[in-house]
């Protein structure tokens, strides 16, 4: 009897936990956070390529910068990187008329999609945010600490990409045998993207949450939500070049359409992400408090 019991309070468990993360989702209005993120995100991404292609320069050539921005950027918004590239070649053509007014307009639009998603995280863990809030000098610092760690990120994926181009036509003897290194750049481009993307949404549960969230949750969560966008990237992928309608129905604006679904595709499973954390985060408060009150009894 009491195993059936067991098993019934397990199972109640088991199916509770995603309603109640729907629920809650529902409840912030996260089909609204995602929405209001995916724009500042599209409104943010040609600034930041432009700022990043432009400081970058300086170090790497353009070519190689292009060619990682275009790998990472069809990673996370597909179809849109010819289009984007194709913008920022018209703008650093005529980068000399951008003088330290417009560097610092690019700069603030270019931190508007962190601000968007730390205001979006703060609703979806408001339950902690009533108690505890984070210092607004603090909160302007932080996105423009990733800005900075993107490019020193591109920077370092573009010289390994570098490195690794430059060895694709040599022949590696091991054992005897020679193994070619030719199509390895890509390899080594996409597992570090995957990686990146991994890094990336970790360290935004970690920091963007006003509540301390503990790195193995933070992790977890950053694997599933790049587990998770891996594949529907490649749904939309297949969906918009087989059965979608947006270039009939939106014409010229089919670009921006596609764009800006695919962001916030990214959007709501990263916030998705947020709320499975705020509701593991609030079951351990709760557990822990039971563990209490049974203590003190």
């Known amino acids: 009897m009491m195993t059936k019991r067991h098993n019934v309070n397990w199972l109640s468990q088991v199916f509770s936990f995603p309603i109640n993360i729907l629920r809650d ?3 912030n209005q996260g089909l609204l956070l995602s929405g209001a993120v995916a724009y500042y995100t599209l409104l943010s991404v040609v600034p930041m390529s432009i700022l990043a292609l432009t400081v970058l320069s300086h170090f790497i050539e353009e070519a190689q910068l292009f060619h990682t921005l275009s790998t990472y950027i069809e990673m996370v918004i597909p179809g849109y990187a010819a289009t984007l590239n194709e913008q920022v070649r018209v703008f650093l053509e005529h980068r000399k008329v951008v003088g330290i007014i ?21 609703v979806i863990f408001f339950h902690r945010v009533r108690i505890r809030r984070r210092h607004f000098l603090i909160s302007a610092i932080i996105p423009y600490a990733y800005i900075f760690l993107l490019g020193l990120g591109i920077l370092l994926v573009s ?18 045998l020679n193994l070619s290194l030719r199509g390895t750049s890509g390899v080594v481009l996409y597992a570090m993207g995957i990686l990146g993307e991994v890094l990336m949404l970790t360290s935004i549960y970690l920091v963007m949450p006003v509540v301390r969230v503990t790195f193995r949750r933070a992790l977890s969560g ?15 992928v297949w969906y918009y070049s ?21 962001i916030e595709a990214v959007a709501l499973i990263l916030l998705l992400g947020a709320q499975v954390i705020a509701e593991l985060e609030r079951k351990s408060k709760g557990t822990s408090k039971e563990k209490l009150s049974h203590f003190k009894t």
């Open 25 to 27: 989702f529902k409840r």
């Open 102 to 122: 417009g560097f610092l307009v690019m700069l603030f639009f270019s931190s508007i999609a962190f601000t968007v998603l730390e205001n979006a995280m703060s």
């Open 159 to 176: 010289f390994i990409a570098g490195v690794m181009e430059t060895l694709e036509n040599r022949q590696l003897m091991i054992f005897g």
């Open 222 to 236: 950053g694997m599933a939500a790049t587990i998770l966008w891996e594949i529907t990237r490649r749904v939309l």
């Open 242 to 262: 087989v059965l979608s309608m947006v270039n009939l129905i939106y014409g010229s604006f089919a670009t921006a359409v596609v764009a800006l679904l695919s």
